[in-house]
């Protein structure tokens, strides 16, 4: 998760409680990361509007993404387990899919890093969903 601040190539976006950043590892296509910005390690250490404003920008990205990607299902995911800070794996899991029925990291693949050009390309279509 490369979203240790500042507006390198990877990120897409500033939200009122997040930072938006696009996984290197595109192997699924559209796999983002949302990074809370204060730091916290669970949704109960935030204060009810804080977890309310949050989950409305986690959902903005999901529905950004599905606008761009138009996923079959979108997954969310927040764990924690490596990196105890909140942040979530939105993936959109697209039509074609190898294991539409397994979490992402139950699939074994080779990550899939895109030239420099279609990252940006992606990138601005986001921030173009999220408008």
């Known amino acids: 998760m490369h979203a240790r601040g500042g507006e390198g190539p990877l990120y897409v976006a500033d939200l009122p409680t997040s930072r938006v950043y696009f ?3 595109q192997f699924f296509p559209g796999w983002v990361f ?3 910005k204060r730091h916290a390690i669970e949704l ?4 009810p509007s804080e977890r309310a404003a949050h989950i409305e920008d986690v959902n903005r990205v999901a ?3 599905a606008r761009v990607y138009e996923p079959v299902k979108m997954n969310y995911e927040l764990l924690g387990n490596q990196v ?3 942040h979530w ?19 074994p693949h080779e ?5 420099a050009a279609e990252v940006a390309r992606r ?4 921030r173009a969903a999220l408008g």
């Open 111 to 115: 990550p899939k890093a895109l030239p």
């Open 123 to 126: 990138i601005g279509q986001i």
């Open 63 to 65: 529905s950004a993404l």
């Open 23 to 25: 996984n290197e590892d």
């Open 34 to 36: 949302v990074v809370l």
């Open 89 to 107: 794996h939105l993936v959109p899991r697209l039509a074609g899919d190898p294991e539409p029925r397994w979490p992402v990291w139950r699939v």
């Open 84 to 86: 105890p800070h909140i």
């Open 44 to 47: 109960y250490d935030l204060t």
